[in-house]
Antibody
Framework: QITLKESGPTLVRPTQTLTLTCSFSGFSFYTTGVGVGWVRETPGKALEWLAVIYWDGNERYNPSLENRLTITKDTSRKQVVLTVTNVESADTGTYFC??????????????WGEGILVTISS | DIQMTQSPASLSASLGDTVTITCRASQNIDNYLSWYQKKSGSPPRLLIFTASRLQPGVPSRFSGTWSRTEFTLTITGVQPEDFATYFCLQSYSFDLTFGQGTRLDIK
């Protein structure tokens, strides 16, 4: 059974750095094709893709946020970490991590973690 | 960036109705599209991948079709548990983009 779980702070002050951890089980980065991504749901209820990291270390970021995002993986600990620098109120939302399945362009996210609600406020 | 224009933004349906949600891509994305159901307080749930393939465990009343840059999600015979928000996601570009979402509520 594949599971993912997000952890991190639920309240962050503006201009600080948000660090979120996705801990997963049931799959491994040692497997070719594996990826883990982050998606957030904004208060307006839209979904926004943030970043994804692949088994080979390749990373992709949402271009509109790229200069503020960093995604890393710890293969042995089965964790993926997302950092968001210089946070602002617009970064408030629920952050989800999910396994990326498929190969090449033919890919999708499944399953997903339960999400973590992060509020940016002073 | 590839833009995904999803419509309608919201719709109301009665139990047993057939509803159709559309995503239009700003350029060719082949069939690199997936559909997700989102309920408040829950994570997104994968329904359809590669435009038309039903995720195992998803009821067969959900179906996906596509033609060129237009993708549709159809629910044939809406059930109470289907009232939710639906999103499409393109993966043709490695910079992934979601549609804006379609909220389905009860009439």
């Amino acid at each position: 059974q594949i599971t993912l779980k997000e952890s991190g702070p639920t309240l962050v002050r503006p201009t600080q750095t948000l660090t979120l951890t996705c801990s997963f089980s049931g799959f491994s980065f040692y497997t070719t094709g594996v990826g883990v991504g982050w998606v957030r749901e904004t208060p307006g209820k839209a979904l926004e893709w943030l970043a994804v990291i692949y088994w080979d270390g390749n990373e992709r970021y949402n271009p509109s946020l790229e200069n503020r995002l960093t995604i890393t993986k710890d293969t042995s600990r089965k964790q993926v970490v997302l950092t968001v620098t210089n946070v602002e109120s617009a970064d408030t939302g629920t952050y989800f991590c999910a396994q990326r399945l498929g190969m090449g362009r033919r890919n999708w996210f499944d399953p997903w973690g339960e999400g973590i609600l992060v509020t940016i406020s002073s | 960036d590839i833009q995904m224009t999803q419509s309608p933004a919201s719709l109301s349906a009665s139990l047993g109705d057939t509803v159709t949600i559309t995503c239009r891509a700003s350029q060719n994305i082949d069939n690199y599209l997936s559909w997700y159901q989102k309920k408040s307080g829950s994570p997104p749930r994968l329904l359809i991948f590669t435009a038309s393939r039903l995720q195992p465990g998803v009821p067969s009343r959900f179906s996906g079709t596509w033609s060129r840059t237009e993708f549709t999600l159809t629910i044939t015979g809406v059930q109470p548990e289907d009232f939710a928000t639906y999103f499409c996601l393109q993966s043709y570009s490695f910079d992934l983009t979601f549609g804006q979402g379609t909220r389905l509520d009860i009439k």
